[in-house]
């Protein structure tokens, strides 16, 4: 029999339509390897056998009746815990929200239950999608499966791992500097983060509203793109919500596999390399840049001087609006109460206990930037800052269609290395957090394993704003070589994980 929780979406979108299996078959699957190896991975926070077989055999009975039905209805996904879904508790990744059962369905969510696609449950993450290794989760650790001492990446380190652990083939991800890329990368999957206001944040716990964007996680390119269009598109909800057509990311991916890449241009930035870039790393990144230039491709090199004060910046905006975010935690609307006579004190010792520290660090560090004698100093700066880095990718793709470069400087390491030194986790998303301040799309797949630790390296396609199929187009391209070169995409080849007792 067929190990369904091998394949990818879109075969088991053509598997459904062709009576080869059905949604229940699929979504049971996929339950049956979460109770096997999730004991272990630890992807997921809650998980709903019952709402998902329910969702399953309702599409398996309209498709019986000959209904017509969405491309991806019938195929388990996997939704990151950060995401409000009725019904289900969304906690995102907090004590603060233990138990909260939220009444209403972010756009996103909603629009996963149109596609009428079955919910298998709520993934890990760092609380309120602060960090890059899901260590700061409020509910323990995700591990990456390619090796389970070490870290999935973070925040979105659950909808990661549970693809690598092939418990679902598709997840939800949000990334405000790299949490959707930076777990891509070190798990070998692929993740996106598309143009700022591409896909709805109504109902996405906001960690910083300037830069927060959900995208697709998955295992091919295709596959991403498949979510990416459920996912997309405008919503009066939203202020920030793009009013345009959702990128054509499918017909994208699917040209791209077949693509001739003469006259375009690659750009590598050149500020992301060197120092702090493990040696594997760069060694796959250049591989792949060969195999973009043996399709056709003209590789240049680019420069954008001001990324090297883009992390700073990242760590002054993002702590802003996240102290004012995350005010709204008052012990009296959500969640948590820790019952202590009056108001003020309640409120003080709920959010004393419910937040973790990485979760206090960056709210008295974003009251600190905001504080009237400093807000110029601070955030002022920062904002500059941002305004510099736009200009930097204005300039760098008058000169490249899109740009490269690793998606993080180092393979996953070791769970606990980093945990007690921020500086040293915060540079995990030294590559990514660019595009987050300048709103432009992101892309980071497979490159391969590096020759020193044998662990997954990232390749990261940056596209100009409204472009992201452009990056589906050159992503699938890559992947194909690579996939070539594998004997298929290098997602699929993680380990066989040892079934838990
Ligand atoms: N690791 C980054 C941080 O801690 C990115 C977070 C994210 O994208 N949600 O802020």
Redesign the pocket.
């Known amino acids: 029999m067929t190990d369904w929780t091998r394949a990818t979406a879109a075969q088991m979108v053509a598997a459904l339509k062709a009576g080869d299996v059905t949604s229940v078959e699929l979504t049971q699957a996929h339950l049956d390897r979460i109770a096997a190896v999730d004991t272990d991975v630890h992807a997921f926070l809650h998980i709903d056998a019952e709402g998902a077989l329910a969702t399953a055999r309702a599409v398996d009975a309209a498709r019986a009746a000959g209904e017509e039905l969405p491309e991806l209805a019938g195929v388990p996904i996997a939704v990151k815990d950060i995401l409000v879904t009725e019904g289900m508790p969304t906690t995102a990744g907090s004590t603060i929200l233990e138990g909260w059962v939220p009444q209403y369905d972010a756009t996103v969510t909603r629009k996963l239950r149109e596609a009428r696609m079955p919910i298998l449950g709520k993934t890990n993450m760092?609380e309120f999608?602060?960090?890059?290794s899901t260590e700061h989760s409020g509910f323990g650790a995700t591990h990456n499966p390619w090796d389970l001492d070490r870290i999935p990446g973070?925040?979105g380190g659950g909808s990661a791992a549970s693809l690598a652990a092939f418990e679902a083939p598709l997840a939800i991800g949000?990334?405000?500097?790299?949490?959707i890329r930076?777990p891509a990368s070190v798990t070998a999957t692929v993740g996106v983060k598309p143009t700022y206001g591409g896909v709805s944040r109504y109902g996405a716990i906001a960690?910083a509203s300037s830069l927060d964007q959900l995208g697709p996680c998955a295992r091919t390119v295709e596959d991403a793109a498949l979510l990416h269009e459920v996912m997309g598109g405008h919503d009066p909800m939203d202020a920030t919500s793009l009013n345009e057509p959702v990128p054509s990311c499918v017909a994208a991916a699917r040209e791209g596999r077949e693509a001739d890449l003469t006259g375009v241009r690659i750009g590598v930035i050149k500020e992301l390399s060197g120092d702090g870039y493990q040696p594997g790393v760069e060694q796959r990144f250049e591989e792949s840049l060969d195999k973009l230039k043996a399709l056709g491709a003209e590789i240049v090199e680019v420069s954008c001087p001001s990324f090297e004060y883009a992390l700073a910046a990242y760590y002054l905006i993002?702590p802003s609006e996240a102290s004012s975010n995350l005010a709204k935690f008052d012990s009296v609307r959500f969640g948590k109460r820790v019952e202590k006579g009056n108001v003020e004190r309640t409120m003080s010792a709920t959010r004393a206990e419910g937040f973790g520290d990485e979760v206090k660090r960056r709210i008295i560090l974003g009251t600190y930037a905001l504080s009237a004698g400093y807000y110029d100093a601070y955030y002022g700066s920062a904002q500059k800052v941002r305004t510099l880095i736009q200009r930097d990718f204005a300039a760098a793709f008058e000169q490249a269609d899109v740009l490269v470069s690793p998606t993080t400087p180092t393979t996953p390491f070791k769970l606990g290395e980093r945990i007690d030194d921020p500086l040293a986790m915060?540079l995990?998303?030294v590559a990514t957090i660019p595009a987050n301040l300048a709103g432009i799309p992101g892309m980071s797949l497979p490159s391969g394993l590096a020759p020193e630790d044998g662990l997954p390296t990232g390749f990261q396609i940056l596209a100009p704003a409204h472009e992201d199929a452009r990056m589906y187009r050159i992503g699938a391209a890559l992947e194909k070589a690579l996939a070539d070169e594998w004997g298929g995409p290098l997602a699929a080849q993680a380990p066989e994980l040892e079934v838990a007792k």
């Open positions: 760092d999608a602060m960090g890059s973070g925040s949000s990334d405000t500097g790299g949490s930076q960690l993002l915060y995990n998303d």
